[in-house]
C-alpha cells in the first residue's frame, strides 16, 4: 500500500511539473502583455477592432482619422518579422511612412521634388552638383537633421552589406562629398544621368544613433527595432513576430497626416491578411493573387506602370575560366528560347506583355527583334547544334509560389516537346546557386527594376555577381558607359539599340516578358483624387498626408 | 532430441486448433465492417492507381486553354493550375504516395524489429547502445535531417524522402519489439529452446518473433498512412518531392494558394480526398487488424 | 531512484553533444554559403569586398573545428550567438518559446481530455453509438493532412466568418490579453488537437477493453460492485497508466505538428523560426532549435522511461 502512495505522489509531483512549466510561460506572456497594457489601451479607444471601428469612427472623426492597417510580408524571405525592415533594400509602404530621401518623385519615378532637401543645381557639365537642404529639421528624437546625415548615410550606404545596388552603383560614381552649412556638393567621376532619380529613392539614416555601428551590419543593427525616423511617423511599439504600430512624428516639420496611427502586421501571405481585412494596401503580380483581389469587392484595384522583368539567366562561366560547357554553344540557347510559346505562358501573370530585349516592345527605343515559337524548328536546331539531348538541362528557381511554380513546370514540359531532358529546382537563390555550384544551367529570375539602365548595368564586367555568369565579359562595358552618362533621350536610344543588338546576339540573359503590379488599396481608406502609386517596392509622392480611413 | 523435433514438438500444440483458430479470425474480421470497409478501399485504390500509372495516363500534358477548369466530362476532376489533368494527376500520384508509403513502413519496420529483437534478446552493453542510438535518432527533428540531406545530394528526389523516412522512422517499432522481447525471454519455451541449444538466431526470429508478429503487423499497416501523410507535410513546407513526380503531397500543395482555396475547389479537394479516404481505410484495416490478431481480445 | 534519474540526465548532455556536432558538420557538409542568405544577390554584386570583409567578422573563413568549438564554448557560457539576420538567439529564443509551449500545451491537455474521455466512453459502451462516431470522427481528424485541416479552417473560421484572427499571436487592440490569447490560439489549437485524438482514444479504448475484460473485474462485478465504481475505480486508474505514457510520447509528435501549424497560421514560434531559419540557410538557427527540439525530446523520453520504471515493477530502475 505504502509502495502505491509513493508512486502516486510521483506521478502527481510529474504533473505539478508539466502544469508549472506551462504555468511559468504562460505567465511570461501575461508579464509580457501588461506591459503593453498602456498602449493598448489607446489603441482601442482610438480604433477597436474592425468590428467595432465604426461606431469608434463616428465619435472622433473630428479628431482623427482612423487607424490604417498595413501588411508586412515575411513571406518572400527579404524581411523578418524582429524588426523594422531597412529602407535601403525594398522601399516598401511602412517604411515610406517613416523614412525620407533627400527628394520625391512621381508615379513614373522621374520627377526630382523637394523633400528633405529644398533643390539642387547641376552644372553644365553634369558633373556637379549643389543640393541645398531645408531649415530646421529634425528626427524624431528631436535631435537636427543636418547635412552630415546626408554625407553619413552616402558613404556609410558604400560600406554597407545589404543594400540596393541602384545606390552603391550610383554613389560609386561620387568623387568628392562636401557639406558647407545645409549646402551639399556632390561631384562625379563621370556624367550619371540618373543620380538624382536614385537620390529620390534613398532614404537618409541619423548619423547620431548608427555612427558607431558597424556599416556591414547595419540591417541587423538594434536601432532598427525602435529606429529613429524623419518621417511623417515614428515607432510606437514593436511586438515581435506579430506587428508594429506607428504613431505621429512630433518633429515632423510637414502638415501632418490625417491618419493618426498606423498598424503594420507581420504576415506570411498578403492574400489571407487582405481577406481577413488585416491590410489596407496590398500589392500583387501574380495572376491567382490578382484574380482573387479583383473577387473581393471592398478592395479597389490600381494598375501600376512598373518594369516587372521575368527571366532566364544562361550560366556561362566564371571569371576563373570555369565554363558550364553544354550552354557555350549560342544556338543551343537560341534553340532554347525557340522552343518556348511565351505568348501562352504569359497567361499564367495578370498584363504579361513578351518582350525581346530589356526594352519593352512599345518603346521608341526597341529594335524590333522577336523570339519566335516554333517547336519543330527548335528541335531541329538542338540536334543541328550537337547537343547531347540524353545530357539533362537543370534550371533553378528561387520564388517559391505557385505561379512560379506553374511556370516552370510549363517550360519544362516546352523543353521536353523538344526532346531535352529537363529538371528543375527550387534553389535558395536564383543567382548566386548558379556560380556556386556551377550545377544549373538556366536560372529563372524576376526583377523590379527602378529603370531601364537599371537591366543593362547588370551586363557590366566589373558587376561581381555577374561576372561569375557571364564570365566577365567586357563586350557591353563601353556601351553601358554610353547609356549611364547620356543626358537626353536621343543618345539613351542610340545606346539602348546598340545594347539591344548585342544583348540579343549574345544571349547571356532572355527576358521572358514583363508582368503586370496591381496596387489594392481598401475601400475604407479615402484617397485623395489625382494619387497614382508607382512601383511598390520604391517610394514617390502619394499625398498621404490627405488619405483618410472611414 | 534434435532442435528440429523439438520445433516441430512446440508447434504440434499451436497446429491442432489453427485452422479452426485462423477460420474463427477471419469470420471476425468479416464481421467488423470498418475495417472490411478499409481493405475494400485500400486494394480499389491501389489497384486503381497502378492500373492507371501502367495504362499510361497522361498526367503532365498542360492545356493552356483549359487553365483550372472545373470537373467536366472531359476531365472529371478538372484541371489543375496549368491545365493538366487532375484525375490522371492523383492516380499517377497515388502510385508515388502509396509506395512511399508501403515501402517506408516495411522497411522501417524490418529495421526496427531486427534491432528491437537483438536489444531486447541479448540486452546489456549492445542493448544500450542501440538504445542510445534510437534516442538520438527520435531526438533528431526530421526537417533538418531532409533539409541537409536535400542540401548535399543537391535535389529533392525521391530516394532522399525514402531513406530520411526509413532511418527517422524505426524508433516506435524498435521500442516496441524491444518491449516485447524483454518480458518474453524469460517464458518457458526460450528458456527450453535454449537448453537444447538452439541457435540464438533460430530462437530470436523462428522462436520469439513469431510471438510478437501481431503488433508488428498492426504497427507496419497503419505506419503506411503515417508515412503518406508525412509527405504531404514535407510538401507543404517546400521539402519535399521534387514538383516533376507527383505525389498525393506535391498535387495538394496547390492549396497553399488561397485564391485555389477559395476559388478551385477540385485543385485540392480531389488529392485531398484521396489522402484521406486512404488513411481512413488504412486505419480502420488496421484496427481491425489489431482486433484481430490481438490475442488477448479472444 | 534518485541515482537512476542523475544518469539519466547526465547522459543526455553527451547525447546532446553528439548530436549538435552532427548538425554543425551536416551544415558544413551541405556548402551552402550563409552569406547568400544574409546579402541579397542584387547588393553582393555590387560591393565584393564589403561582403567579403563580413565573411571574415564573422569568422567564416576559419577551420571547421574551430568554428565548432568556438560556438560550443560560447553556447556553455550561455552565449547561443546570433541569427546571421543579427538578432541575438537567446532574445529570438525568449520571445518564441512561449507562444510554442503555449500552442503544445494547450493542444496536449486538450487531446487528451478528449481523446481519453472518449476512449473511456466507447470503452463501456462497445460498439454503440459513441463508439462508432467516436471512432470515426477520431480517426477521420487523424487522415485529413494537418496543414489542409488548418487552411480550410482559416477559411471558414477567419475569413468567412471572422470569429478569429487569421495568424500571429498577439493583435495591437487588443481589450484584453486573455481574450486575445484565446483567440488566437483557437484555431491552432483546434488543428494540432484534432490530428492527435485519434490516437489517444484509440489507445485509451484498447486498454480500457483488456481491463475490462481482464479477470479481476469480472471478480469485482461478480462481488456486486456498482457497474460505475467498476469503471471508475478499476478500470479508469488501470487504464491510465499506459495511456499517460502514450500522452508523453505524443509530445514529439506534437513539436513536429506545431512546425507545419505554425507556417500555416504565422505563429510566431519556435517551429515557424525553425523553418524560415531552414529555408533561409541561417546556420546558428538551425543550430540552436535543433538542438533545443532535440532536447526536449530525450526530456520526453527520460519522462517516459521513468514513467514506465514507476508504473511497472518489472522494468528494474539499474537498467
Known amino acids: 500500500m505504502k509502495k502505491t502512495i509513493k508512486k502516486l505522489l510521483a506521478l502527481g509531483l510529474c504533473l505539478v511539473m508539466s502544469v508549472g512549466l506551462l504555468a511559468g510561460c504562460s505567465g511570461g506572456n501575461g508579464g509580457n502583455t501588461t506591459e503593453k497594457e498602456g498602449s493598448n489601451e489607446k489603441a482601442s479607444t482610438e480604433s477597436g477592432s474592425s468590428d467595432t471601428a465604426s461606431s469608434d469612427d463616428t465619435q472622433q472623426s473630428s479628431a482623427d482619422s482612423g487607424t490604417l492597417k498595413l501588411a508586412v510580408t515575411t513571406g518572400d524571405g527579404s524581411t523578418t518579422d524582429d524588426k523594422i525592415p531597412t529602407p535601403w533594400y525594398n522601399r516598401i509602404f511602412s517604411t515610406n511612412l517613416m523614412f525620407r530621401s533627400l527628394f520625391t518623385t512621381d508615379s513614373t519615378l522621374t520627377e526630382v521634388n523637394p523633400d528633405l532637401a529644398e533643390g539642387y543645381e547641376v552644372s553644365s557639365d553634369a558633373l556637379t552638383y549643389t543640393i541645398t537642404l531645408k531649415e530646421g529639421l529634425k528626427w524624431s528624437d528631436g535631435e537636427a537633421l543636418t547635412a552630415d546625415d546626408v554625407i553619413f548615410s552616402i558613404n556609410t550606404a558604400l560600406k554597407t552589406a545589404t543594400i540596393n545596388s541602384i545606390y552603391t552603383a550610383a554613389f560609386s560614381k561620387i568623387s568628392e562629398l562636401t557639406a558647407d552649412g545645409n549646402v551639399i556638393t556632390v561631384k562625379l567621376t563621370t556624367p550619371y544621368s540618373d543620380i538624382m532619380k536614385v537620390l529620390t529613392q534613398f532614404a537618409i539614416l541619423p548619423k547620431h544613433s548608427l555612427e558607431n555601428v558597424d556599416p556591414l551590419k547595419l540591417d541587423s543593427d538594434v536601432f532598427w527595432q525602435n529606429p529613429v525616423t524623419s518621417g511623417m511617423y515614428a515607432l510606437d511599439e514593436l511586438k515581435v513576430g506579430n506587428y508594429f504600430t506607428l504613431k505621429l512624428n512630433e518633429f515632423y516639420e510637414g502638415t501632418a497626416p490625417k491618419i493618426t496611427k498606423v498598424i503594420n502586421y507581420f504576415v506570411s501571405d498578403y492574400i489571407t491578411a487582405a481577406q481577413a481585412g488585416n491590410t489596407d494596401y496590398m500589392y500583387a503580380n501574380a495572376a491567382d493573387q490578382v484574380e482573387l483581389m479583383k473577387v473581393l469587392d471592398n478592395y479597389k484595384s490600381h494598375e501600376v506602370g512598373v518594369l516587372f522583368y521575368k527571366y532566364f539567366i544562361f550560366n556561362m562561366k566564371g571569371v576563373d575560366g570555369k565554363e558550364n560547357e553544354a550552354m557555350q554553344n549560342v544556338a543551343v540557347r537560341k534553340a532554347i528560347m525557340k522552343a518556348i510559346d511565351r505568348v501562352s505562358l504569359s497567361a499564367l501573370y495578370p498584363n504579361a506583355t513578351v518582350l525581346n530585349s530589356g526594352v519593352p516592345n512599345n518603346y521608341e527605343a526597341y529594335n524590333g527583334f522577336e523570339y519566335t515559337f516554333d517547336a519543330e524548328e527548335a528541335k531541329k536546331e538542338i540536334i543541328e547544334s550537337g547537343y547531347d539531348v540524353s545530357r539533362k538541362i537543370k534550371i533553378c528557381y528561387y520564388n517559391n509560389d505557385q505561379t512560379s511554380i506553374d511556370l516552370i513546370n510549363m517550360i519544362v514540359y516546352y523543353l521536353e516537346q523538344a526532346g531535352l531532358t529537363v529538371e528543375a529546382t527550387l534553389s535558395n537563390d536564383g543567382t548566386t546557386d548558379l556560380f556556386t555550384t556551377r550545377d544549373y544551367d538556366i536560372g529563372f529570375k524576376g526583377k523590379a527594376a527602378f529603370s531601364l539602365n537599371e537591366w543593362y548595368t547588370e551586363y557590366i564586367s566589373s558587376d561581381a555577381l555577374f561576372a561569375n555568369i557571364f564570365g566577365g565579359d567586357t563586350a557591353f562595358d563601353s556601351l553601358i558607359d554610353e547609356l549611364t552618362s547620356a543626358t537626353d533621350q536621343n543618345a539613351t536610344n542610340e545606346a539602348l539599340k546598340k545594347l539591344q543588338e548585342l544583348e540579343q546576339e549574345k544571349a547571356y540573359k532572355v527576358p521572358l516578358f514583363t508582368v503586370g503590379t496591381y496596387v489594392f488599396t481598401n475601400s475604407r481608406v479615402t484617397i485623395p483624387d489625382g494619387v497614382t502609386f508607382c512601383n511598390p517596392l520604391y517610394s514617390c509622392d502619394i499625398n498621404f498626408t490627405n488619405w483618410e480611413v472611414k | ?298 | 531512484m534518485f541515482k537512476y534519474i542523475v544518469k539519466k540526465i547526465l547522459m543526455m548532455i553527451p547525447m546532446l553533444v553528439l548530436i549538435s556536432m552532427i548538425v554543425f558538420f551536416g551544415l558544413q557538409l551541405t556548402g551552402i554559403d550563409p552569406i547568400n542568405f544574409m546579402v541579397s544577390p542584387e547588393v553582393l554584386s555590387a560591393n565584393k569586398d564589403n561582403v567579403d570583409a563580413l565573411r571574415e567578422s564573422l569568422g567564416l573563413n576559419d577551420p571547421v573545428i574551430v568554428q565548432y568549438f568556438r560556438w560550443l564554448g560560447n553556447c556553455l557560457k550561455g552565449d547561443f550567438g546570433y541569427s546571421f539576420d543579427g538578432a541575438s538567439i537567446s532574445s529570438i529564443l525568449a520571445v518564441r518559446m512561449p507562444y510554442t509551449l503555449e500552442l503544445a500545451g494547450y493542444s496536449l491537455v486538450l487531446s487528451a481530455i478528449l481523446g481519453i474521455g472518449i476512449g473511456i466512453l466507447s470503452a463501456i459502451r462497445q460498439n454503440g453509438v459513441i463508439d462508432y462516431v467516436g471512432r470515426v470522427l477520431a480517426v477521420l481528424g487523424q487522415a485529413v493532412p494537418q496543414f489542409l485541416l488548418g487552411i480550410v479552417l482559416i477559411q471558414i473560421f477567419a475569413i468567412k466568418l471572422g470569429w478569429f484572427p487569421s495568424g500571429n499571436r498577439v493583435s495591437p487592440d487588443a481589450a484584453s490579453p486573455f481574450i486575445d490569447a484565446v483567440q488566437h490560439l483557437f484555431l491552432p489549437v483546434l488543428t494540432l488537437t484534432i490530428g492527435m485524438v485519434a490516437v489517444l482514444m484509440r489507445y485509451t479504448r484498447n486498454t480500457m477493453l483488456d481491463i475490462l475484460n481482464s479477470d479481476y473485474i469480472k471478480t469485482a462485478r461478480s462481488k456486486g460492485i456498482p457497474e460505475w465504481k467498476v469503471y471508475l475505480k478499476h478500470g479508469f486508474r488501470n487504464a491510465m497508466k499506459p495511456v499517460l505514457v502514450i500522452v508523453v510520447f505524443r509530445i514529439p509528435m506534437l513539436i513536429g505538428g506545431s512546425v507545419v501549424i505554425e507556417s500555416v497560421f504565422s505563429y510566431p514560434g519556435i517551429g515557424l523560426t525553425m523553418t524560415n531559419a531552414i529555408v533561409s540557410g541561417d546556420y546558428p538557427v538551425v543550430l540552436v532549435t535543433t538542438l533545443i527540439v532535440a532536447a526536449v525530446m530525450l526530456v520526453c523520453s527520460f519522462m517516459i522511461d521513468v514513467f514506465n520504471a514507476l508504473l511497472d515493477p518489472r522494468v528494474r530502475l539499474s537498467e
Open chain 2, 1 to 298: 532430441m534434435s532442435s528440429n523435433a523439438l520445433k516441430s514438438g512446440l508447434q504440434a500444440g499451436n497446429k491442432n486448433g489453427s485452422t479452426s483458430l485462423l477460420k474463427k479470425k477471419l469470420r471476425k474480421f468479416l464481421n467488423n465492417k470498418l475495417a472490411l470497409f478499409g481493405l475494400v478501399v485500400v486494394i480499389i485504390m491501389t489497384l486503381g492507381c497502378v492500373i492507371g500509372a501502367i495504362a499510361g495516363v497522361d498526367f503532365k500534358t498542360p492545356d493552356i486553354k483549359n487553365l483550372k477548369s472545373a470537373p467536366s466530362s472531359l476531365h472529371i476532376f478538372g484541371t489543375d493550375t496549368i491545365g493538366r489533368d487532375l484525375f490522371s494527376r492523383v492516380i499517377y500520384g497515388g502510385c508515388f504516395s502509396i509506395f512511399i508509403g508501403v515501402f517506408c513502413s516495411v522497411m522501417s519496420s524490418i529495421i526496427g524489429t531486427v534491432l528491437g529483437a537483438i536489444s531486447g534478446y541479448f540486452g546489456g552493453k549492445i542493448d544500450k547502445f542501440i538504445i542510445r542510438i534510437s534516442e538520438i535518432f527520435q531526438a533528431f527533428p526530421q526537417l533538418v535531417l531532409v533539409m541537409m540531406i536535400v542540401a548535399i545530394v543537391g535535389e529533392r528526389g525521391l530516394k532522399n524522402l525514402l531513406v530520411i523516412f526509413v532511418i527517422t522512422g524505426w524508433m516506435t517499432t524498435y521500442r516496441m519489439v524491444r518491449n516485447e522481447f524483454l518480458s518474453v525471454k524469460g517464458e518457458t519455451y526460450v528458456k527450453v529452446s535454449e537448453a537444447f541449444g538452439m541457435s540464438k538466431s533460430r530462437i530470436m526470429f523462428g522462436q520469439i518473433l513469431p510471438n510478437v508478429m501481431s503488433p508488428i503487423i498492426v504497427s507496419t499497416t497503419t505506419n503506411v498512412a503515417f508515412f503518406i501523410l508525412q509527405e504531404a507535410a514535407l510538401s507543404f513546407i517546400g521539402l519535399g518531392v521534387a514538383d516533376s513526380t507527383p505525389t498525393w503531397g506535391n498535387i495538394l500543395n496547390a492549396a497553399k494558394s488561397v485564391s485555389v482555396v477559395t476559388n478551385q475547389w477540385w485543385i485540392w479537394v480531389f488529392p485531398g480526398l484521396a489522402i484521406t479516404l486512404f488513411v481512413l481505410a488504412i486505419n480502420f484495416l488496421g484496427d481491425g487488424l489489431r482486433d484481430v490478431l490481438d490475442a488477448k481480445q479472444q
